[in-house]
């Protein structure tokens, strides 16, 4: 197995670096995972919103889709879900049909999708949040303060990842010094050729085999909290083991729903702990505005998760013939929601490419999605950003970023892989 590696033969479709005013609109293609490994799909996007904002793409490597790229139009994607449904797949790339993995509720529609959300939900309610905030707080002191100061680091590695595997392993309860699984389970899980994420290079055997050695460590965790009391600090396990519309889940269905919850906190947050961070980096006014005024944070964490948007797209099905923006939809059709586009759509938001910590509207931002599937963990992300500036900034000085930030190649998580970085104390 080795991380870093997968999806790079891929060839170049040539359209990273190029003009995107000169190549024929049809042509265009946003799904080209080189476009965000090299930052340069920011102009594809502009075109599309101002020429085609419900723009089909004929030939990609995932077949024919159409790109939803205002903030208007993908509003109402995400508000008509009997139209626009999420159980084929929720990424432009379609299942692999040996391993059809249902990645929990994100894959259901309708009153099934509800019925399991509402199960794991109350582990990130706000009263939740206030019994996990201290525990998250003490272990991102104590990764902060293991750092080596003055002396190049991996920020990715030592700060991004630790932190967001070790809120992972509170929220799930799962042994501390064991949570590095967690993220080698994520990684496994969106390893496959069809995620396109392009972490890690495994086999099929070897990928299935370490999905199956996750299914079998929470199991021994869901045997052991069944039938017990809620705990003052609930965690997902607690909560799917013991409630009427989960607790009967096959095996698989279980998995699933764990993938779903250590996948969609892990890259996630991760990617916007890192994203913060290269943005104050690129910004140093911004930073000078965060250190004169630590009250300006939360607004701050909205603005970086608009900033970052560290899923740029999710994907619909349609179920029925329909019009978007005077295109003809067909049933079963792709129609790919771009979140990294609506989030610099200059109808909602000003100069929409300057990070600003202190944007009137930055928490309008559309990273979390909108509608029935918004995102369950956008209360957790947020507080664990939050508590992670607080933090920093009561520690070091300088947190500075020293050589060119190494990004992941994919369409569907839009982060950085290495990001070299020197701190000095307060
Ligand atoms: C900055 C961090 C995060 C971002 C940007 C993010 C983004 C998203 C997005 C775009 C969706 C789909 C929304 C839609 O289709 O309308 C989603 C759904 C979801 N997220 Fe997050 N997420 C983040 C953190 C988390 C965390 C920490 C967790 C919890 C461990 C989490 C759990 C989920 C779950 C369970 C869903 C499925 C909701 C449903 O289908 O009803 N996310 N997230």
């Given at each position: 197995?080795s ?43 502009e ?5 085609d ?45 040996d ?33 996990l ?31 967001t ?39 099929v ?87 004169a ?84 963990g ?33 369409n ?15």
């Amino acid at each position: 197995m080795s991380a870093h590696s997968a999806a790079k033969s891929i060839p170049s479709k040539g359209q990273a670096g190029a003009d995107p005013y000169a190549i024929p609109l049809a042509k265009i293609d946003v799904s080209d995972s080189e476009l965000f490994e090299t930052d340069t799909h920011w102009g594809y996007f502009e075109r599309l919103r101002k020429e085609d904002p419900v723009h089909y793409c004929a030939e990609s490597d995932f077949g024919p889709f159409w790109s939803i790229t205002r903030y208007d139009d993908i509003v109402h994607v995400e508000k008509n879900p009997e139209i626009f449904s999420s159980a084929r797949s929720i990424s432009v790339v379609d299942p692999d049909p040996d391993f059809p993995l249902e990645a929990g509720f994100i894959t259901m529609d309708g009153p099934r999708h509800d019925a399991h959300r509402k199960v794991v939900q109350p582990v990130a309610s706000p009263r939740n949040l206030t019994f996990l905030e201290p525990l998250i707080r003490q272990r991102v002191g104590e990764i902060l303060d293991g750092l080596p100061v003055g002396e190049t680091f991996d920020w990715v590695d030592r700060v991004s990842i630790e932190l967001t595997t070790g809120m992972l392993a509170t929220l799930f309860d799962f042994p501390y010094e064991q949570r590095r699984k967690l993220t080698l389970w994520s990684e496994l899980a969106t390893s496959a050729p069809e995620h396109n994420v392009g972490t890690m290079d495994v086999s099929v055997e070897e990928r299935r085999a370490g999905l199956m050695e996750c299914l079998q460590e929470f199991t021994a965790l869901w045997k052991e909290r069944q039938d017990t009391p809620r705990p003052e600090r609930l965690d997902f396990v607690t909560a799917l083991a013991n409630a009427e519309a989960t607790r009967g889940l096959e095996p698989l269905e279980y998995l699933g729903t764990l993938i779903l919850l250590i996948v969609g906190g892990n890259d996630t947050t991760r990617n916007s702990i890192s994203g913060g961070l290269v943005a104050l980096n690129e910004n140093p006014a911004e930073f000078r505005k965060l250190r004169a005024n630590p009250g300006l944070i939360p607004n701050m964490v909205s603005e970086i998760i608009r900033w970052q948007t560290p899923l740029p797209h999710m994907r619909r099905t349609a179920t029925q013939d329909t019009e978007l923006a005077g295109k003809r939809i067909a049933k079963g059709d792709k129609v790919v929601m771009w979140y990294v586009s609506a989030n610099r759509d200059e109808a909602v938001f000003e100069r929409p490419n300057e990070f600003r910590i202190d944007r009137g509207n930055a928490k309008q931002h559309l990273a979390f999605g909108i509608g029935v599937h918004f995102c369950m963990g956008s209360r957790l992300a947020e507080m664990q950003l939050r508590v992670l500036w607080e933090e920093v900034l009561r520690r070091f000085s300088e947190v500075t970023v020293v050589g060119p930030p190494v990004r992941v190649r994919s369409n569907f998580v839009r982060g950085y892989t290495r990001l070299p970085v020197r701190v000095a104390r307060a």
